[in-house]
């Protein structure tokens, strides 16, 4: 089964749901999306379907898919396919993965407000399909059981790496593990420690310096979403939870954290 939406009626669910939700979550997701597209995302969202409109959209799934299976547990679906006209879902893609991410970071979010639960780690997919008229939203879910795995991840200059070692060097030289095509950084400009649990990042005594959420940083942990400036490039750490399936991604999912004290 799926939910068919305009934006008209997105709005309208919108503004009845502020006015029970908590102060800022809103305006949170939009400036979690506007700073890591550094900008863009208020020009490119002058007009048309908005991303906060398909937050509405699976939030209202959610609540219309909600099963009461007993009096403590409330079965939600957690896994969705957002069905999009072609323009529109160029549009979305365009922003990279974080979109993804703070979707899906918002309907964990209402979920929890409603103690609603998850069969397992959410998964978000934006589909193009030619069949739904630009400004509509069509949103396919089900529930599917998994497991969830947690993996820390480097978004740079719009790429998305996956930190599979403990020590992850950037910069500009070959022989850093993620090269960057950056002439204001150095060879060996910072690097990114994963002990499993906790990440740190160290300048490696570069020229040009870096910051860390916009202060100088030499050595500093990482906590998750934290954004570094190198040169002209932008780095975020995020700590992903990845469902079963390897496609499946995004920043929060249903189940205990282990990051601990990341956060």
């Not at 890591?36 to 209202?60: C, D, H, M, W, Y």
């Not at 547990?73 to 365009?94: C, E, G, W």
């Amino acid at each position: 089964m799926g939910l068919v939406t305009d934006s008209r009626a997105n709005i309208g669910y919108l503004q009845a749901w502020e006015r029970g939700r908590p102060l800022g979550l809103l305006d949170s997701f939009e400036r979690g999306l506007e700073r890591a597209v550094n900008g863009a995302f208020a020009k490119t969202f002058k007009s048309g379907l908005q991303p906060i409109e398909i937050t509405a959209a699976l939030r209202r799934e959610l609540d219309t898919r909600a099963a009461v299976v007993s009096r403590d547990r409330i079965l939600v679906p957690n896994r969705f396919t957002v069905r999009l006209s072609p323009a529109d879902h160029d549009k979305m893609t365009a922003i990279g993965p974080v979109l993804i991410d703070q979707l899906t970071q918002l309907v964990q979010q209402h979920a929890t407000a409603q103690h609603y639960q998850f069969a397992g780690g959410i998964s978000i997919t934006l589909t193009a399909d030619p069949s739904v008229t630009q400004g509509l939203v069509q949103i396919d879910s089900g529930s599917v059981k998994g497991t969830v795995r947690w993996t820390p991840v480097l978004d740079v200059a719009g790429k998305r790496y996956p930190i599979l070692k403990s020590r992850t060097i950037i910069g500009r030289g070959s022989d850093a593990d993620i090269t960057v095509d950056d002439t204001g950084i150095s060879r060996k400009h910072v690097e990114v420690l994963w002990d499993g649990t906790r990440a740190q990042v160290n300048d490696l005594g570069s020229t040009n310096g870096s910051l860390l959420n916009g202060a100088k940083v030499n050595k500093a942990p990482l906590s998750p979403d934290s954004v570094i400036d190198i040169g002209r490039t932008r780095i975020v750490f995020r700590v992903l939870a990845q469902s079963s399936a390897p496609e499946d991604y995004s920043d929060l999912r249903s189940g205990d954290d282990p990051r601990g004290g990341l956060r």
